[in-house]
């Protein structure tokens, strides 16, 4: 046991050197499993995604159609507001950018907000660039795995620092939602479910946005 404490210590301090943890973190060498809730039930043929608001054409994408959709994969460390943080993990996925680069979600001159929707009507809101930037990521495999159920299969959002892109907002994990089922673009920013219950708006690790108030 305390050679694994040490081991965990010395790569928490090697981190720490190359200046990847932020402040009041620690590193964990587990994947924490948080979340309100229940963990819902996968249906592949009723599972939908939908997309609407501020889109030139509303969308609606089956589990079949959306895994046809073009693949992106990045590797980042995630940061929760519970004070845990996970290095080098990998994703794989949807990503916005790649979408809105190629036509496929066409997005209207106001769409300044994405408020992410999930199962049993949980809410994530993050800023459209944010929703834009490599770092974020509509995902549906981690470590080249399918996520687990408690960790947001079929799909979840994705975001996290990647190390050497500190030009990237990185908020904390939380502002990607689990068990994804919507995408709403909207022109005004609209509170997300923990954003309501008091957790910071925007979330930024480097400046440990964790609470409003």
């Known amino acids: 046991m305390f050679d694994n404490l ?22 964990t060498q587990k994947f924490p499993v948080l979340h309100y809730g229940p963990v819902p039930r996968f249906d592949p043929a009723t599972w939908d995604l939908r ?9 609606r994408w089956s589990w079949d159609e959306f895994n046809k959709l073009p693949r992106s994969s990045v590797a980042m460390d995630i940061h929760c507001v519970t004070r845990w943080s996970k290095f080098d ?15 496929l979600i066409k997005l209207t001159k ?3 907000f994405l408020l992410q929707h999930a199962e049993y009507g949980f809410t994530v809101n993050v800023p ?11 995902a549906t495999h981690f470590n080249g795995e ?11 959002g994705a975001v996290g620092h990647i190390p050497g892109r500190d030009e990237l907002e990185s908020p904390y994990f939380w502002k990607g939602a689990k068990w994804l089922r ?3 673009f909207l022109k005004e920013d609209r509170l997300g479910f923990w954003e309501q ?11 440990e946005e964790r609470f409003s108030r």
């Open 89 to 103: 993990t990998s994703w794989e996925g949807v990503s916005l950018k790649t979408l809105v680069d190629e036509g």
């Open 128 to 138: 459209v660039e944010v929703a834009l930037a490599d770092n974020f990521l509509f």
């Open 51 to 59: 997309v609407w608001g501020e889109v030139e054409e509303e969308l």
């Open 182 to 184: 919507g995408l709403e």
């Open 110 to 112: 106001d769409a300044n």
């Open 6 to 27: 040490t081991r965990r210590r010395d790569e928490e301090e090697r981190i720490r050197s190359e200046g990847r943890l932020p402040p009041g973190q620690a590193l």
């Open 197 to 207: 219950a008091g957790y910071h708006n925007r979330a930024d690790i480097w400046k």
């Open 146 to 156: 399918p996520i687990t159920p408690d960790h947001g299969y079929p799909l979840r």
